[in-house]
């Protein structure tokens, strides 16, 4: 049982990504799964997280209005839409499943992440 994050990438201040975070072995419409990052130096800390019904997210107030969190349960898949990058959202993102929100507590095994550069 694994969550696999893909999608990072080197993008431009100001730019868009969208991460994509698949269920291998877990059905994501079951779980609460949230979205991780950890800059250089830093600890990892939330970003955002989804309960299992879909209706209720949480975000960090660092990604507020900028991030949206999403999912496709026909593709076992959720999303991490990310708009107006700043050179701060540099890290390695990784998703898991988490407690509901607003905790977003990790409750699951660290999946490989991807890493994200925003830069010029």
């Known amino acids: 049982v694994q969550l696999q994050a893909s999608g990072g990438g080197l993008v431009q201040p100001g730019g868009s990504l969208r991460l994509s975070c698949f269920g291998s072995?877990?059905?994501?419409?079951?779980?609460?799964i949230g979205w991780f990052r950890q800059a250089p130096g830093k600890g990892r800390e939330v970003v955002s997280c989804?309960?299992?019904?879909?209706?209720?997210?949480h975000y960090a107030d660092s990604v507020k209005g900028r991030f949206t969190i999403s999912r496709d349960t026909a593709k076992n898949t959720v999303h991490l839409q990310m708009n107006s990058l700043e050179p701060e959202d540099t890290a390695v993102y990784y998703c898991a499943r988490t407690k509901p929100p607003p905790y977003c507590t990790r409750d699951g095994d660290w999946g490989q992440g991807t890493l994200v550069t925003v830069s010029s």
């Open positions: 989804m309960d299992a019904s879909g209706r209720f997210t």
């Open positions: 072995g877990l059905s994501v419409e079951y779980w609460s």
